[in-house]
T-cell receptor, first 111, second 115 residues
């Protein structure tokens, strides 16, 4: 089983739609969680950290479920510019700075 | 531009040659990471520095790979006797010091092609 698993997609959605991605992680001792966005042939860019209480940034909402070991990202009112690959990232365990990336979920927002 | 910078952006080399990449982190960031990313995959952790100390290395980092950060500022990643399987994007990231500061910021990467 991979340490961090994501559905690779692609998710093709119309503009204005709401789309949700899930990511599961295998190590229950994992500490920190993030979503990154990566455009084609570019570097990953931090989208948001994921906190235990859940957090929201504009149209983006992230949730963490430690009991089921998954994190989610919800994008509301999708824009064409949201088309990208969304990477789920987990910092392995306390005392380490090793970050595990999922393979990413591709999103295409269609006009 | 005060972001993470990497040099060169692209490198084409012949199998068996040595290559060296450089990363300049954001100036106040004392943590520095190297990753490798191949097509369709997420970045894979290679190594981590805190200041000049290399604190973690992945098993992916074979003895042909070496990384340094001699003065705790910029870092270099060297690959000796390159193989075609080394072709990938090599990404550098940095983050702030301090407990709870775990967000990483990536450079544009160095794309390596081994022919």
């Amino acid at each position: 089983r991979k340490e961090v698993e994501q559905d690779p997609g692609p998710f093709n959605v119309p503009e204005g739609a709401t789309v949700a991605f899930n990511c599961t992680y295998s190590n229950s001792a994992s500490q920190s969680f993030f979503w990154y966005r990566q455009d084609c042939r570019k570097e990953p860019k931090l989208l948001m950290s994921v906190y235990s209480s859940g957090n929201e940034d504009g149209r983006f909402t992230a949730q963490l479920n430690r009991a089921s070991q998954y994190i989610s990202l919800l994008i509301r009112d999708s824009k064409l510019s949201d088309s990208a690959t969304y990477l789920c990232v987990v910092r392995a365990v306390s005392g380490t700075y090793k970050y595990i990336f999922g393979t990413g979920t591709r999103l295409k927002v269609l006009a | 531009d005060t972001g993470v910078s990497q040099d060169p952006r692209h490198k084409i080399t012949k199998r068996g040659q040595n290559v060296t990449f450089r990363c300049d982190p954001i100036s106040e960031h004392n943590r520095l990471y190297w990753y490798r990313q191949t097509l369709g995959q997420g970045p894979e952790f290679l190594t981590y520095f805190q200041n000049e100390a290399q604190l973690e290395k992945s098993r992916l980092l074979s003895d042909r790979f070496s990384a340094e950060r001699p003065k705790g500022s910029f870092s270099t990643l060297e690959i000796q006797r390159t193989e075609q399987g080394d072709s990938a994007m090599y990404l550098c990231a940095s983050s702030l010091p301090g407990q709870g500061s775990y967000e990483q910021y990536f450079g544009p990467g160095t794309r390596l092609t081994v022919t």
